[in-house]
């Protein structure tokens, strides 16, 4: 199995989902416009899978903020509002009531930190000790009336543009299987702020999950445009190498663009925002080292099924 082909797959189909569908799949959210009111509500879903995402062992308070951080990064990428969100986890047979709920009280603490309230879930027991628990968050999210409700989606960089990036990259993972993967914060704040400063001058926006390079090839093939970054300018986490900075993912950072006349701040809430290239015309990624300029591989994270994954003896190691 192949993440993206699935994917691609799904939204061939997108034309026939009708016209309440404001938002089809192939951005970080979905949105819907609801038939009795005509307002709109935006939803996506994120998964955890101990062994794969965090280690079997991670205390119950590292599970519930992974889960529902990856979804809040999300609502953080369409510039939007959390609004709610209901958890599903399937816990393995020897975990303890104590266990489950630190995990529930985790995201309740989570829910009134992001004005993002559990207000529902499923805890389900799997077969046998040693199965992978999994854990699921679905986010339900609102445009921000402060920035008129628009959104701002995957599709709208327009040549001319710079592109930009909160935060730093790469060297998410701690060689002890800790580090900034399980402690990121999602760039809410950020974004909202970025949006109701800036208006229709932020152009696109996409939560860093996968990587950058592979977050920065769906930027351009959404928006259908070329898209040029300088290596050197691509802040890194720690003292990592350029090629982890733009293919390690799990910084769940923002990489949005702004136009050109945008005035873009040095930071918001302490956190650095830093220009790392341009759009153009034409289509690709391409990196720029002193004038010379290569394609950029997406080679970022793609979920796939192989069966040696699952041996002990794989090499590849650590979690995502
Ligand atoms: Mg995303």
Redesign the pocket.
């Known amino acids: 199995m192949r993440e993206f082909e699935v994917i691609r797959r799904i939204r061939q189909e997108n034309p026939s989902l009708g016209d309440r569908v404001e938002v089809p799949p192939g951005d970080?959210l979905g949105e819907v416009r609801l038939a009795e009111s005509g307002g709109v509500v935006l939803a996506g879903v994120d998964q955890v899978i101990a062994g794969v995402h965090l280690a079997d062992s991670a205390a119950p308070e590292r599970f519930a903020w992974k889960v529902a951080a990856r979804s809040l990064?999300?609502v953080a990428?369409m510039a939007a509002c959390p609004a709610g969100m209901v958890v599903a986890a399937a816990l393995s047979p020897d975990i303890e009531t104590e266990w489950a709920n630190r995990f529930a009280s985790e995201l309740q603490r989570i829910g009134s930190m992001f004005e993002c309230p559990l207000i529902g879930g499923d805890i389900a027991v799997l077969p046998a000790v040693g199965d992978s628990m999994v854990f699921s968050s679905t986010v339900l999210a609102t445009p921000d009336p402060e920035a008129g409700h628009r959104l701002v989606l995957r599709s709208e960089a327009r040549p001319g543009d710079l592109v930009c990036v909160s935060g730093e990259f790469g060297a998410s993972l701690d060689s002890d299987g800790g580090g900034h993967h399980q402690e990121f914060m999602p760039r809410i704040d950020v974004a909202r702020s970025l949006h109701r400063s800036l208006g229709n001058c932020l152009t696109s926006m996409?939560?860093v999950?996968d990587g950058l390079s592979s977050e920065l090839s769906h930027l351009s093939r959404e928006s259908k445009v070329r898209i040029v970054i300088e290596g050197e300018r691509i802040p890194r986490r720690h003292d990592s190498k350029l090629e982890q900075a733009l293919c390690d993912g799990e910084d769940y950072e923002l990489c949005f663009t702004v136009s050109a006349t945008a005035e873009l701040p040095a930071c918001i809430a302490e956190v650095p925002l830093t220009v790392i290239g341009r759009v153009e015309h034409g289509e690709g990624v391409f990196l720029d080292s002193s004038g010379d300029q290569a394609p950029l591989e997406a080679s970022g994270w793609e979920h796939q099924t192989r069966p040696a994954a699952r041996d002990s003896s794989d090499s590849e190691g650590g979690f995502r």
Do not use: K, L, V
Request: aromatic content about 0%; overall charge negative.
């Open positions: 970080d990064s999300d990428a996409i939560d999950s």
